[in-house]
T-cell receptor, first 113, second 111 residues
């Protein structure tokens, strides 16, 4: 039982490049989330998926897109990376029916130069 | 609007020196308050869920309590391995499925 996994762990991009961050969970959770964490800003919600087939914007969605590929997988895409997107990105999931504690992945540290 | 404020931002303790971390919140219809521990370079790790005022949860040297306006994470006789950032989050009825996080308290325990 791996929990929530994320790939890659580290990534360096040049301004304007695109990339996709991958997230998968093996806990049969219904809802999945993407956050970014910046010093002094705490965890900020980018997008979430309450259930398979649905996605919604969070607090800071500009510059990002998401895909809920199936119940296990939720990806985050940066179409044209900007230095302001330098951050640590976390994926999380919850059961969403009787339990709402979120379980987090190990994070992806992204640097945009 | 749901809000969470944690204090202090940083706390330094000597090993064995007990203390408390505060999480003040405003939320319409609390459906759960959560405590997490985050080590440097890692994702937040779930510690506790509290649902109603008066509830308490314990795990080793940690004890979480809840009132109608705030939660406390009490650390009894801390050890250096308790050093981490502790995050508080709330789940409210107006934000179903979404947690609102505080900024966290960074705890350093010196031997």
């Amino acid at each position: 039982n791996a929990g929530v996994t994320q790939t890659p762990k580290f990534q360096v991009l040049k301004t304007g490049q695109s990339m996709t961050l991958q997230c998968a969970q093996d806990m049969n959770h219904n809802s999945m989330y993407w956050y970014r964490q910046d010093p002094g800003m705490g965890l900020r919600l980018i997008y979430y998926s309450a259930s398979e087939g649905t996605t919604d914007k969070g607090e800071v969605p500009n510059g990002y897109n998401v895909s809920r590929l199936n119940k296990r997988e939720f990806s985050l895409r940066l179409e044209s990376a900007a230095p302001s997107q330098t951050s640590v990105y976390f994926c999380a999931s919850i059961d969403g029916t009787s339990a709402y504690e979120q379980y987090f992945g190990p994070g992806t540290r992204l640097t945009v130069t | 609007e749901d809000q969470v404020t944690q204090s202090p931002e940083a706390l330094r303790l000597q090993e064995g020196e007990s203390s408390s971390l505060n999480c003040s919140y405003t939320v319409s219809g609390l459906r759960g308050l959560f405590w997490y521990r985050q080590d440097p370079g890692k994702g937040p790790e779930f510690l506790f869920t509290l649902y109603s005022a008066g509830e308490e949860k314990e795990k080793e040297r940690l004890k979480a309590t809840l009132t109608k306006k705030e939660s406390f994470l009490h650390i009894t006789a801390p050890k250096p391995e308790d050093s981490a950032t502790y995050l508080c989050a709330v789940h409210g009825a107006s934000n179903t499925g979404k947690l609102i996080f505080g900024q966290g308290t960074t705890l350093q325990v010196k031997p």
